[in-house]
C-alpha cells in the first residue's frame, strides 16, 4: 500500500493533473476503484491537493535547514 501511495505521489507531482492520474492508475472494478466510490470525489480529490502541497512545501521548509 506505501509502495503504491508513493508511486502515486510520484506520478502526481510529474503530472499535477489528479483525474488524468487517476484514470490512468485505477483499474476498473478494482481495489482502488472500489475505495473510490465510497469517498465523495470532489472532495477527495481538493483534500488531495491539499494535502500533497502541504507536505510539499514543509518538505521544501526542512530541506532549507
Known sequence: ??????????????EYDLRALRARVIS???TTQ???????????IESWKRATRAAYERAKELARK
Open 1 to 14: 500500500v506505501l509502495q503504491m501511495f508513493s508511486g502515486a505521489l510520484q506520478m502526481y507531482y510529474k
Open 28 to 30: 476498473p472494478k478494482g
Open 34 to 44: 472500489a475505495a473510490m466510490d465510497v469517498i465523495e470525489p470532489e472532495k477527495f
